[in-house]
């Protein structure tokens, strides 16, 4: 079974440019993450997305945005980039209002760099 | 709210020592707690979660840990660790399984030494 995909692995921006980042969830999950892990400030929650609504969100600014397609895979944009925005954003995947079952999945990260 | 705090930033053992990784939590509803690892440059892997049934839960590649809601701990522990165990350990914390937004500790940088 092939596991979250994320691309691209690598993400080279200017300030000021917009960033757009991609995660394929496992086949069978409708509920997609978003989270933020930047040096010195941890994991932070971004997004959450299920059955193409926006679930939850996290204490970011509105520049944050995203969306889930039908088929569940989903977009990260991040607009007029900052430096702090550099990070490595990490997609996790789950089966969606699980309960105790459900176990959120994490794909391999993409590294976003602020210029 | 959730919250959770791993002690100590870096852990450092022998190979072959007992590795044991701290993390309480903070919930104001039934926790569900997980412990994830990092490798250098990649994701995050699930190593085991509670989820109620037991209160000893094992996970993978012989790692284990005990929820003990007195002392709102969930510490992560190996026996023996292993030079590949070297890795950056993350207990998390939520709500409602893995259903909603996990809330994670800072991380705990283990270094295995020969």
């Known amino acids: 079974e092939a596991g979250v995909t994320q691309s691209p692995t690598h993400l080279i921006k200017t300030r000021g440019q917009q960033a757009t980042l991609r995660c394929s969830p496992i086949?069978?999950?409708?509920?997609v993450y978003w989270y933020q892990q930047a040096l010195g400030l941890g994991l932070q929650f971004l997004l959450w997305?299920?059955?193409?609504?926006?679930?939850n969100r996290g204490n970011f600014p509105p520049r944050f945005s995203g969306r889930q397609f039908p088929n569940y895979s989903s977009e990260l944009n991040v607009n007029a980039l900052e430096l702090e925005d550099s990070a490595l954003y990490l997609c996790?995947?789950?089966?969606?209002?699980?309960?105790?079952?459900?176990?959120?999945?994490f794909g391999p990260g993409t590294r976003l760099t602020v210029l | 709210a959730q919250s959770v705090t791993q002690l100590g930033s870096h852990v450092s053992v022998s190979e072959g020592a007992l590795v044991l990784l701290r993390c309480n939590y903070s919930?104001?509803?039934?926790?569900?707690l997980f412990w994830y690892v990092q490798y250098p440059n990649q994701g995050l892997q699930l190593l085991l979660k509670?989820?109620?049934?037991?209160?000893l839960v094992k996970g993978i590649n012989g790692f284990e840990a005990e929820f003990k809601k007195s002392e709102t701990s969930f510490h992560l522990t190996k026996p023996s660790a292993h030079m590949s165990d070297a890795a950056e350990y993350f207990c998390?914390?939520?709500?409602?399984?893995?259903?909603?937004?996990?809330?994670f500790g800072k991380g705990t940088k283990l270094t295995v030494n020969p």
């Open positions: 996790a995947s789950s089966r969606g209002f699980g309960g105790s079952t459900d176990t959120q999945y």
């Open positions: 086949s069978g999950h409708t509920s």
């Open positions: 997305y299920d059955e193409g609504e926006e679930r």
């Open positions: 919930s104001s509803v039934p926790p569900y």
């Open positions: 509670y989820t109620s049934a037991a209160t």
């Open positions: 998390a914390v939520s709500g409602q399984g893995g259903s909603e937004k996990l809330v």
